[in-house]
């Protein structure tokens, strides 16, 4: 099984910084298939990112993702106060399919 | 548009048995695979199996193997998740996914209580 570990566990920022998200995975994630998904309180998660790096339909283009191999990076370019919420990134080249524990990201 | 619609908030004792479920349309059904995914109070994502309703094949995440029960019927392009008998662990939000390219497509969510 391939365990993500994300890092930091909290980041707090103000509107406007960039906000840079860490996932390491425990082996190589094949072909890439690696996503990231944003989850607001309450609401179901949805995806931002897919193979490391393509946005998803209606994402805006301050969410970039980046890497290969074991180490990815989500980063939001100029946080909004819309963006408070728990990221997480997601392996589905290798089952089974994990889960990171989250990202929560404030705005101070 | 695709939407996954899933069946309304659960409150069952331990010992009971449950089916939730989870409506595709805006798509063909048997084209794309079904996935669980579960979120325990306060806690991450946690992947409990996939279904491909081509075939009903069924994969399940080491944790879930034996405690749950995925299926469809594709007459009603739906999933269903079930359990035979609920512990109080189980309490949990359940989301039905279409898995795309990737986990595209997601459920509002069943919230699934188990107390006494």
């Known amino acids: 099984e391939i365990v993500l570990t994300q890092s930091p566990d909290t980041l707090s920022l103000s509107p406007g910084e960039r906000a840079t998200l860490s996932c390491r995975a425990s082996?190589?994630?094949?072909?890439?298939?690696l996503a990231w998904y944003q989850q607001r309180v309450g609401q179901a998660p949805r995806p931002l990112i897919y193979g490391a790096s393509s946005r998803a339909t209606g994402i805006p283009d301050r969410f970039s993702g980046s890497g290969s191999g074991t180490d990815f990076t989500l980063t939001i370019s100029r946080l909004e106060p819309e963006d408070v919420a728990v990221y997480y990134c997601?392996?589905?080249?290798?089952?089974?399919?994990?889960f990171g524990q989250g990202t929560k990201v404030e705005i101070k | 548009e695709v939407q996954l619609v899933q069946s309304g908030a659960e409150v069952k004792k331990p010992g009971e048995s449950l089916r939730i479920s989870c409506t595709g349309s805006g798509y063909t059904f048997t084209t794309f695979w079904i996935v669980w995914v579960r979120q325990m109070p306060g806690k991450g994502l946690e992947w409990m199996g996939r279904l491909d309703p081509s075939d009903s094949s069924t994969v399940y995440g080491p944790s879930f193997q034996g405690h749950v029960s995925i299926s469809a019927d594709n007459s009603v392009t739906t999933a269903y998740l079930q359990w035979s008998s609920l512990k109080a662990s189980d309490t949990a939000m359940y989301y039905c996914?279409?898995?795309?390219?990737?986990?595209?497509?997601w459920g509002q969510g069943t919230l699934v209580t188990v107390s006494s």
């Open positions: 996914v279409r898995r795309g390219l990737y986990f595209d497509y």
């Open positions: 997601q392996q589905y080249g290798s089952s089974p399919w994990t």
């Open positions: 082996q190589s994630v094949g072909a890439n298939y």
